[in-house]
């Protein structure tokens, strides 16, 4: 069973900063792309951000310049730095990983619970 566990939302002013982390637990192989993805209310999930085991990076082009995504693959760990935050932003924050539980037999996406971040103006 893997589990991914997201922490660092919660509430920032327009213009503030929030890095969220996201950390795989359990028993697997290898985790190929990670990323992050957010959904508003009545909205689709939609990608924010991603990254390969790597370090190919793939950026909304809503978020490109202000939020980083990188990795810390000996922690199974990913994280999105936001800054320059806006009201829109605010959203459902979920983690995404491609796991591969045992050698060659492709990956299996995790979902973590997600994580609730609000920007006030």
């Known amino acids: 069973q893997v589990q991914l566990v997201e922490s660092g939302g919660g509430l920032v002013q327009a213009g503030g900063s929030l890095r969220l982390s996201c950390s795989a637990s359990g028993i697997f192989f290898s985790i190929l792309a990670m990323g992050w993805y957010r959904q508003f209310p009545g909205k689709q999930r939609e990608l924010v951000a991603a990254i390969t085991n790597g370090g190919s990076t793939n950026i909304a082009d809503s978020v490109k310049g202000r939020f980083t995504i990188s990795r810390d693959n000996a922690k199974d760990t990913v994280y999105l730095q936001m800054n320059s935050l806006k009201p829109e932003d605010t959203a459902v924050y979920y983690c995404?990983?491609?796991?591969?539980?045992?050698?060659?037999?492709?990956?299996?996406?995790?979902w973590g619970k997600g994580t609730l971040v609000t920007v006030s103006s």
């Open positions: 995404n990983a491609d796991v591969e539980i045992r050698m060659f037999i492709g990956a299996t996406p995790y």
